[in-house]
C-alpha cells in the first residue's frame, strides 16, 4: 500500500524540517553542510561549527521502515564525521559515523552519503558530530514516527522538541587539543542550553530564552534529548506532571514523574496535559534543567531555564520576569539529589505488550565485565603534565585505555587485513580482582594501559555485558553509550557486582531498553543485547571528556551463515584515510 507522510503544519512550524513529506517510495534525502556561522549568545559573538547554518541543527523526521540517505558535505577546513545516535544500523555500520572507528573523517571539501534504513524503532533519537568536541553544537534531533498508532490513546496537540546542549564562551575545537596536550580535566562549559538557549539567568540572555505557547486543556508530547557534553541532568517543569512514554526510541510502560533525569546521549518522549486554572494564576511557568552532580572535577553548576506560556492569560503580552525574580520548579531536583536518579531509573520498564513484545534474551551464550575506571599517568618524561598531581588523566574500561586509530577499524575488519593499528584481545574480564568500589583511590596505582582493543564474538551470540564502577579518583556515574544495538538493562546495583547473588535478582521479563545506561556512582549495571548486527561497534562513556582520556572499547559481531546475516560492501564514497 503506497501512502504519502506528511507532518502537520503544527509541527512543521515547532520542528523546522528539513523536508516536510516523503515520497511514495518510502526514501528520504537529506542534505547536511557543515559550516560556521556568527551567533552571539552571553554578551559574545562568535564562530561555531553547524549544519547548514542552524543551531541547533535540522530534524531528521522519518517513517518506520523508511531509507534514509543524508549527504553530508564538509565546508570548513578541519574534518569531519556525524553518528546517528541509537540507529541501530543493521548491516550498515558504514553509516554509524564514529571517526576511525566505522570510517575515516569527511576532510575539508568532500561529501559522504550515509545511507541507512530505520527499522524496529520508533520515537526520538539524536543525531551528532563524532570526532573531537565538535558535536558540541553540530548536533539535531532525530524524529521516528511510528508505522502503528502511538500506543497511548492521548491526543497530541504539538510535538515539542527539547534538546539540551552545553555553550562555552571559548572556541570549544580547543579544549580536547589542550586535554591531548597537557593530560588535564576540561574548562567547564558557561552556560546550559534549551534548543540552543541559555535563558534569562544567564548575562545578556534574557532574549535567547526558550518559550512554548500552549493551550489550556491540551496534552503535548515533549521530545527530550540530552546532548550536553560531559553533564547529566535534571529537568522538570512548574506545576506540571510529565509522563514518560518513550525512551531511546522504545516505548515504556507509561509512569507519571515530576521531574526526570536524562545523562548525555539519552533521549525521552515524555507527554504532558496544560491543566493549570488560567485564572488563578498569571499562566507562565518555569521549565528548568541543572546538572546531576556525581563529580569532583569542576563542573557547569548552572541551571537553564525556559518558559511555558498559556494562551489567553496575562503571560500573553508580559515581559519575562526579571532573573531575580524567577522562582525555580519546587520539584527540580537539588544536584546531589542521588535518591531521585535512582528511583527515576528504577521506573523505567519496557512496554512489552504483544504488539511492542520486549525480546531480552533470558539465557546467555558469553558475559564480559567491565571496570569503568578513571585514571592517573605518571607525566611522560620532558612532557608538561597539567591533570592531578602533575600526571595526566586518563580513563579506562579493564585498565585499557582506549586509543583511536589512524586508520577505519570496520574497513580493516571488513577487508581482513591483519593489523598493528589494533587487536582483538580486549580483557573479557577486570585482569585483576579487588574491591572496586572500596579501594583508596589515592593509595592504589592508578596507570592504566593504552591501546586500541576490541572482543569479538560470534553473529547471534546472547551477550552479556556487566559495566562496574571503580572508586579510583573518583565514583560517578557513567553513561554508556554502545553502538549498533539497543539492549536491556536487566540488572543495577550499588557495590561490587556478584555473579551468584545478583543475577536472581534481574528482571528478565520487562527490562527498559536502550542504547545509553547509566551506570550508577560506586555501583554496576547488567545488560544484555541480541548481539544480531555484524560490524565493529564502538562502546564509550558519553561524557565527552571521559571518552577523550579513553573510557571506550570495542567489540566486533562476526558475519552469520546466511546472506542477510553479513555486513554489506563499502559504498563507493565511504572516506578514505
Ligand atoms: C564571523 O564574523 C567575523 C568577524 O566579523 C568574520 O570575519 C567571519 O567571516 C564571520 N564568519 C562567518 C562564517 O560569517
Ligand atoms: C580554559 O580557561 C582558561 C581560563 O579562563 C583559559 O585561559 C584557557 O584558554 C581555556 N582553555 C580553552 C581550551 O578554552
Ligand atoms: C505552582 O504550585 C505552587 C505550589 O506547589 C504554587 O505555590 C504556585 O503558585 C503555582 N504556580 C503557578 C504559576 O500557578
Ligand atoms: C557553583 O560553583 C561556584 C564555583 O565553584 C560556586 O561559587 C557557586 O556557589 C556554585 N553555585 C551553586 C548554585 O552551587
Ligand atoms: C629530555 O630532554 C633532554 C634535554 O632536552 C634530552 O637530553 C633527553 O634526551 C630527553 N629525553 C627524552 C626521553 O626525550
Ligand atoms: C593497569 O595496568 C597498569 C600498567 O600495566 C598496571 O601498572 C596497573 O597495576 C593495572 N591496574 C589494574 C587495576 O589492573
Ligand atoms: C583528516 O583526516 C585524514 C585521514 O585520517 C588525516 O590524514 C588528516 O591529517 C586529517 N586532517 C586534519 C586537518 O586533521
Known amino acids: 500500500m503506497e501512502k504519502q507522510y506528511c507532518v502537520s503544519p503544527a509541527v512543521l512550524v515547532i520542528l523546522l524540517l528539513a523536508t516536510a513529506c516523503s515520497s511514495s517510495t518510502g526514501s528520504r534525502h537529506f542534505d547536511f553542510n557543515v559550516q560556521w556561522k556568527n551567533i552571539s549568545r552571553l554578551c559574545s559573538r562568535k564562530e561555531i561549527l553547524t549544519v547548514n547554518g542552524e543551531y541547533p541543527g535540522p530534524t531528521i523526521a522519518v517513517n518506520e521502515g523508511e531509507n534514509v540517505e543524508i549527504r553530508v558535505t564538509n565546508g570548513v577546513s578541519i574534518n569531519t564525521t556525524i553518528h546517528w545516535h541509537g540507529i541501530k544500523q543493521l548491516r550498515t555500520g558504514w553509516a554509524d559515523g564514529p571517526a576511525y572507528v566505522t570510517q575515516c573523517p569527511i576532510r575539508p571539501g568532500q561529501s559522504y552519503t550515509y545511507k541507512f534504513t530505520v527499522s524496529g524503532q520508533r520515537g526520538t533519537l539524536w543525531w551528532h558530530a563524532h570526532i573531537a568536541w565538535q558535536r558540541a553544537t553540530i548536533y539535531g534531533a532525530i524524529i521516528i514516527y511510528p508505522r502503528m498508532p502511538y500506543p497511548f490513546s492521548t491526543p497530541i496537540q504539538a510535538e ?304 552479556e555485558i556487566v559495566l562496574q564502577d571503580t572508586s579510583f579518583l573518583n565514583l560517578e556515574n557513567h553513561p554508556i553509550h554502545i553502538h549498533g544495538h539497543n539492549f536491556f538493562i536487566v540488572g543495577t546495583g550499588f557495590g561490587n557486582y556478584d555473579v551468584e547473588k545478583d543475577t536472581g535478582s534481574y528482571n528478565l521479563v520487562d527490562p527498559p531498553e536502550r542504547n545509553t545506561v547509566a551506570v550508577p556512582m560506586g555501583g554496576w549495571a547488567a545488560v544484555r543485547i541480541n548481539a544480531d548486527n555484524p560490524g565493529v561497534w564502538f562502546m564509550h562513556c558519553h561524557l565527552e571528556e571521559h571518552t577523550s582520556w579513553g573510557l571506550a572499547a570495542g567489540f566486533i559481531v562476526k558475519n552469520g551463515a546466511k546472506p542477510y546475516q553479513k555486513l554489506l560492501p563499502p559504498p563507493d564514497d565511504l572516506p578514505a584515510c
Open 160 to 463: 515539542i522538541p527539547i534538546i539540551f546542549g552545553e555553550w562555552w564562551n571559548l572556541p570549544v575545537e580547543g579544549i580536547e587539543t589542550e586535554m591531548n596536550k597537557y593530560g588535564n580535566g576540561p574548562n567547564s562549559s558557561d552556560a546550559y542550553t534549551i534548543n540552543g538557549l541559555p535563558g534569562p539567568l544567564y548575562p545578556c540572555s534574557i532574549r535567547d530564552t526558550f518559550i512554548q505557547t500552549v493551550e489550556h486543556g491540551k496534552t503535548y508530547m515533549l521530545r527530550i534529548i540530552n546532548a550536553a557534553l560531559n553533564d547529566e541532568l535534571f529537568f522538570t517543569i512548574a506545576n506540571h506532571t510529565l509522563t514518560v512514554v518513550e525512551i531511546d526510541a522504545s516505548y515504556t510502560k507509561p509512569f507519571d514523574t515530576e521531574a526526570i533525569m536524562i545523562t548525555p546521549g539519552q533521549t525521552s518522549t515524555v507527554l504532558f496535559t496544560a491543566n493549570q486554572d488560567k485564572h488563578d494564576s498569571t499562566g507562565l511557568f518555569v521549565m528548568a534543567a541543572r546538572p546531576y552532580l556525581t563529580t569532583v572535577f569542576p563542573f557547569d553548576n548552572t541551571t537553564t531555564i525556559g518558559f511555558l506560556k498559556y494562551k489567553g492569560t496575562l503571560a500573553e503580552n508580559m515581559a519575562l520576569p526579571e532573573p531575580y525574580k524567577v522562582r525555580l520548579p519546587y520539584h527540580l531536583p537539588q544536584m546531589e539529589d542521588h535518591a531521585f536518579a535512582i528511583s527515576f531509573s528504577n521506573q523505567l520498564r519496557s512496554l512489552g505488550t504483544p504488539k511492542y513484545p520486549c525480546s531480552v534474551p533470558k539465557r546467555i551464550d558469553k558475559r564480559v565485565v567491565i571496570t569503568i575506571s578513571l585514571n592517573l599517568q605518571d607525566c611522560p618524561v620532558n612532557q608538561t603534565c597539567k591533570g592531578y598531581n602533575g600526571k595526566r588523566f586518563a580513563a579506562s574500561m579493564n585498565n585499557q585505555s582506549f586509543i583511536r586509530p589512524l586508520t577505519s577499524i570496520l574497513d580493516w575488519h571488513y577487508r581482513k587485513y591483519s593489523s598493528t593499528h589494533y587487536s582483538y584481545d580486549f580483557p573479557q574480564k577486570p585482569p585483576h580482582v579487588f574491591d572496586y568500589t572500596g579501594v583508596d583511590p589515592m593509595t592504589h596505582n592508578l596507570n592504566p594501559n593504552f591501546g586500541t582493543k576490541l572482543f569479538a564474538v560470534e553473529y547471534g551470540t546472547k551477550l
